[in-house]
């Protein structure tokens, strides 16, 4: 339950440990957002808490799972999709019949939207010199005041989400996108990118 | 499982886990037993088993899910 320690669930062959999990448990676990729904223990009793706690934008934890399965490829593209901006992914402070939840996990809370972008920003030095290989999509505006479990305003977000996508610049940029995925440049060997980037 | 489809799967979800919550809050605002059973009745729809393992076996490649 350490939220500094994310656990992959991976299904596909690897080198690495796998937890042997069932897809539904996969599921489960990482939905398990505190305040939210109580945690899950899978396998050996191990407990699980939403990644979204400690890990809300693995793009360095994907680069490091490239390198590992595909240690002599080369990356055609990176694409990081966002949850909107801000309170959107905020989960709320727990009420008043809540369990206690630790300071330190409320703490975590209120650094995800800046961890967010702190790694949007990393990410972005470290495809500098490769142009058109890293792409963070996220709809900037109208999401902050939908929280998680407003299911009955998915019409809101739907229009929030094609007001974005009508933007010239978020046009342009997914022209770019496609065109990198259909058709990779593929500039950068994963293993330029050197594990010590990979300290999380 | 397509985008729209997985959209609609999710619109359905968010509806009967969120549109449900716990009457006594404890650990959780949420039915968790709602949120697996809705979750397993998805994987079931599209693997045909909701007790499906997550990993792969055979040829299978890395997922595109």
Same mark, same amino acid.
């Given at each position: 339950?350490?939220?500094?320690?994310?656990?992959?669930?991976?299904?596909?062959?690897?080198?690495?440990?796998?937890?042997?999990?069932?897809?539904?448990?996969?599921?489960?676990?990482?939905?398990?957002?505190?305040? +939210? +729904?109580?945690?899950?223990?899978?396998?050996?009793?191990?407990?699980?808490?939403?990644?979204?706690?400690?890990?809300?934008?693995?793009?360095?934890?994907? !680069?490091?799972?490239?390198?590992? &399965? +595909?240690?002599?490829?080369?990356?055609?593209? =990176? &694409?990081?999709?966002?949850?909107?901006?801000?309170?959107?992914?905020?989960?709320?402070?727990?009420?008043?019949?809540?369990?206690?939840?630790?300071?330190?996990? !409320?703490?975590?809370?209120?650094?995800?939207?800046?961890?967010?972008?702190?790694?949007?920003?990393?990410?972005?030095?470290?495809?500098?010199?490769?142009?058109?290989?890293? +792409?963070?999509?996220?709809?900037?505006?109208?999401?902050?005041?939908?929280?998680?479990?407003?299911?009955?305003?998915?019409?809101?977000?739907?229009?929030?989400?094609?007001?974005?996508?009508?933007?010239?610049?978020?046009?342009?940029?997914?022209?770019?996108?496609?065109?990198?995925?259909?058709?990779?440049?593929?500039?950068?060997?994963?293993?330029?990118?050197?594990?010590?980037?990979?300290?999380? | 499982?397509?985008?729209?489809?997985?959209?609609?799967?999710?619109?359905? =979800?968010?509806?009967?886990?969120?549109?449900?919550?716990?009457?006594?809050?404890?650990?959780?605002?949420?039915?968790?037993?709602?949120?697996?059973? &809705?979750?397993?009745?998805?994987?079931?729809?599209?693997?045909?088993?909701?007790?499906?393992?997550?990993?792969?076996?055979?040829?299978?490649?890395?997922?595109?899910?």
């Amino acid at each position: 339950m350490d939220a500094g320690i994310p656990v992959l669930f991976r299904s596909y062959q690897s080198q690495e440990t796998h937890s042997g999990c069932k897809i539904w448990e996969a599921a489960r676990a990482t939905s398990a957002a505190p305040t +939210f +729904f109580k945690h899950i223990e899978i396998g050996n009793k191990q407990p699980f808490i939403d990644g979204g706690l400690g890990c809300n934008n693995p793009s360095k934890l994907v !680069l490091k799972e490239a390198q590992v &399965v +595909f240690p002599t490829h080369q990356i055609g593209c =990176l &694409v990081s999709i966002g949850a909107g901006q801000a309170e959107v992914i905020s989960i709320g402070v727990p009420g008043f019949f809540q369990q206690i939840v630790p300071t330190h996990i !409320l703490d975590a809370l209120k650094g995800i939207s800046t961890d967010c972008e702190r790694m949007h920003e990393d990410i972005s030095l470290l495809f500098a010199n490769s142009s058109n290989t890293y +792409f963070r999509i996220n709809v900037e505006q109208g999401m902050q005041d939908i929280k998680h479990s407003e299911w009955e305003k998915m019409a809101n977000v739907e229009a929030h989400t094609i007001q974005y996508l009508r933007k010239k610049e978020v046009g342009e940029k997914l022209t770019l996108v496609i065109s990198a995925i259909k058709s990779p440049k593929a500039q950068l060997m994963i293993e330029q990118f050197g594990i010590n980037y990979f300290v999380i | 499982m397509d985008v729209d489809t997985a959209i609609g799967a999710y619109n359905n =979800l968010a509806q009967q886990v969120f549109g449900d919550p716990k009457q006594w809050p404890g650990d959780g605002k949420f039915k968790a037993t709602k949120l697996e059973e &809705v979750i397993k009745s998805i994987v079931g729809d599209v693997t045909g088993n909701p007790e499906d393992p997550l990993l792969e076996v055979g040829n299978a490649s890395i997922s595109r899910t």
